[in-house]
């Protein structure tokens, strides 16, 4: 008994979604259909890929393994068959693309719907999440990233760069200890982020100590955003997640004349060669909706507050 690359896509898609009728969804086949060509995978394969047990199905170590190796082999086997159909054939296939959430909801939607418009021959499905996520291992083939990369094995291009604000209500500052200088801060305390300390992420340098963390804390920048307009605490948040409320009166900026570093946005890829003609055209259609300066910060930004360029990785493009 042989296998085939529908097999291979199959058996990747059930371990994406985690369920024989997830990858049934996804796939626009039925559920049998699906489990049987599992059922043959494994059968010309010789070893079983998935657990069964009370209606669920569990990965095996030898599928983890398995899949580790397809990925970037039917990866590279996609972009070989794309190069020879020539620069000016139409884009097919599935684009998947992973951001973090705040940001993907914000400002990525009319960038993707756009391209999306230009490519009515691509599948593009979009994962909001402010996990990283390990792309070649999850199937994904781009991602968003806010912030210095820290997995040098990935292509990268910077799109922009959008500085971290400190902000509060007018109420809060009305109520608690002016903060006419950074010394100040010690008398306040910060809305916490789940997913880093204040201190790691904290842009001001080591000579301005941060604000206690204080009682509230959540894992998403929007609603740190919200914990701040109800007067919860000062918080330090990216400008695209806080430009709306600060040009409402919302919340306005706390020692706006502090030099920052700017906080780097880029999409990365896995180092696939060649590279995916849908990919590279996903890049070159979102840096050139970034080419100029973002649409959040016009009108926000003082010369001073930008600081210095970020560091280039070794993988930016």
């Not at 083939?141 to 910077?158: F, N, T, V, Y």
């Amino acid at each position: 008994m042989g296998w085939g690359i529908a097999d291979i896509e199959t058996f990747l898609a059930v371990l994406d979604a985690g369920s024989i009728s997830g990858a049934a969804a996804r796939a626009d086949l039925s559920k049998s259909v699906v489990s049987k060509r599992i059922s043959d995978f494994e059968a010309a394969l010789g070893v079983a890929l998935f657990t069964r047990h009370a209606g669920r199905i569990t990965p095996t170590e030898s599928a983890l393994a398995l899949a580790e190796r397809l990925r970037p082999a039917l990866a590279e086997l996609v972009a070989a068959t794309e190069s020879a159909s020539g620069p000016g054939a139409e884009l097919r296939g599935r684009l998947a693309i992973a951001a973090p959430m705040s940001f993907g909801i914000r400002h990525l939607g009319p960038v993707i719907a756009s391209f999306a418009r230009a490519h009515p021959g691509l599948e593009i499905v979009l994962d909001y999440d402010d996990r990283h996520t390990d792309l070649g291992r999850a199937g994904f083939d781009l991602g968003l990233r806010i912030g210095h990369l820290k997995d040098s094995s990935l292509m990268a291009r910077r799109l922009c760069e959008d500085p971290r604000v400190l902000v509060a209500s007018p109420d809060y500052l009305a109520l608690h200890r002016a903060v006419a200088s950074p010394a100040d801060l010690a008398g306040h305390e910060a809305i916490g982020y789940l997913n880093a300390r204040l201190g790691e992420i904290w842009p001001f340098g080591e000579n301005v100590a941060p604000p206690r963390s204080g009682r509230v804390a959540a894992n998403n920048g929007e609603a740190i955003r919200d914990m701040a307009v109800g007067g919860l605490g000062l918080a330090l948040l990216p400008l695209f997640i806080v430009h709306d409320a600060l040009r409402s009166g919302r919340l306005v900026q706390v020692l706006p004349d502090l030099v920052r570093e700017p906080l780097p946005i880029s999409v990365v890829w896995p180092p696939i060669r060649p590279m995916p003609r849908k990919t590279r055209a996903f890049v070159d259609h979102i840096a050139a909706a970034f080419a100029a300066d973002p649409p959040w910060q016009r009108g926000l930004l003082r010369p001073a507050t930008t600081g210095g360029p970020a560091p280039r990785t070794p993988r930016d493009i």
